[in-house]
């Protein structure tokens, strides 16, 4: 096929940037023609949280493809000019990265003048279909961007529920997020705590990730106290840049009986980095409130390092209860204490189960995913 891939990609940052280079250099090794767009300006900087939009360190492993810069996220002309080069190019396909309303107009005016020319269709690969948070004009916005759309990739039921909800009648195919195998080889374990310097002999339970209200961090530095009196060598580590208040969470440490063993890396992790953090870390620890599927957890599949994480969105799809991991109730301090007791009880070695497990998850299964409905809207 030949497609136009619009999101963000490379030296845009994040997860999201990360599936999009994977996404697109597995694309090209299926013999599928790409042709990367992304963003001149992805959000105003009035709106975006973060301190920086752009990776601080290199592409991920092997940068997929050298994506176009056009899009002004909130200039029209650009929009404009995108969606004309796109009609003439005439594409197969052409694929946007769906995860927030915020840019529903620029998305729909793209999208409709790409399929000016009676051939490209329209796919989002969905990562939310209800946000996290909620925001004004929410409803009216997420109507708009799927005005144009002719089909979705989701990657957990919950997302595949909530969307067959809405558009009963649009083509839907479903596959769970791939793991990502982007950020090279695990360290050893000691080399990795030394660059970081944490201590050699703890039990360390890793929080990883941009830091939001759903995420339930101030949950877990709670429940940490009740983790950390019933197990003397256990440890915490967050890392991750907060997109809110973040003195509330160094207040929260500072407060806990057991802030020596919490330890706070508060920036952006660059991609070379990541995996000093797993490799570190015995156990990733998700406490979200809401979630639809988690790329975290697939970082940690490919470190082979077991997860606890709550009972929402798609996260008990994707960690086995007592094999690869741990399932808790969500918005209970109390469980999450439970799963952190049970993992420190059980002490095995999950390697193997994950290994197993991840096999699910190939870039080829989404992909595949991929071809199937384009092929069935053709």
């Not at 190019?89 to 793209?110: G, N, R, T």
């Not at 799927?146 to 839907?172: K, N, Q, T, W």
């Amino acid at each position: 096929m030949r497609i136009s891939y619009l999101s963000t990609f490379f030296p845009l940052r994040g997860g999201i940037a990360h599936f999009n280079e994977r996404f697109a250099l597995e694309l090209q090794r299926r013999g599928h023609t790409v042709r990367a767009i992304t963003f001149s300006r992805q959000y105003p900087k009035l709106l975006f949280p973060g301190k920086t939009q752009e990776e601080t360190g290199g592409a991920a492993g092997e940068q997929a493809v050298k994506a176009e810069v056009r899009v002004d996220s909130i200039g029209p002309l650009s929009w404009w000019r995108t969606g004309r080069s796109i009609r003439k190019d005439a594409p197969d396909v052409l694929v946007f990265k769906y995860w927030i309303s915020f840019f529903a107009p620029c998305f729909w005016a793209i999208a409709r003048l790409a399929k000016g020319n009676r051939r490209t269709r329209v796919v989002y690969l969905v990562d939310n279909f209800i946000p996290h948070e909620s925001r004004m004009g929410e409803g009216l916005l997420r109507w708009l961007a799927y005005r144009a759309v002719d089909g979705c990739v989701v990657m957990s039921e919950s997302v595949e529920r909530d969307l067959r909800a809405a558009h009963p009648r649009l083509a839907i195919e479903r596959s769970p997020h791939p793991v990502y195998d982007n950020f090279g080889a695990a360290l050893g374990r000691d080399e990795a705590r030394q660059r970081l310097g944490l201590p050699a002999n703890a039990t360390i339970a890793l929080f990883f990730g941009y830091i939001r209200p759903y995420k339930g961090l101030d949950q877990l530095i709670d429940a940490f106290a009740g983790m950390a009196a019933a197990h003397p060598d256990l440890h915490l580590v967050v890392a991750g840049e907060c997109y809110e208040d973040e003195q509330r969470y160094k207040d929260q440490v500072k407060a806990s009986p057991y802030a020596d063993r919490i330890h706070y890396f508060s920036d952006y992790i660059p991609n070379d980095a990541v995996a000093a953090y797993f490799s570190a870390a015995d156990v990733l620890v998700l406490p979200y409130r809401t979630a639809t599927q988690s790329g975290i957890v697939q970082i940690a599949y490919h470190f082979e390092r077991p997860c606890i994480v709550t009972d929402v969105g798609g996260l008990s799809e994707v960690v086995l209860d007592g094999r690869t991991g741990y399932v808790v109730r969500p918005n209970d301090r109390a469980a999450l204490v439970e799963g952190v007791a049970r993992f420190m009880r059980d002490r095995r070695d999950m390697s193997a189960a994950i290994r197993e497990e991840r096999r699910k998850y190939s870039w080829a299964a989404f992909a595949e995913a991929l071809e199937r409905l384009v092929q069935r809207l053709a």
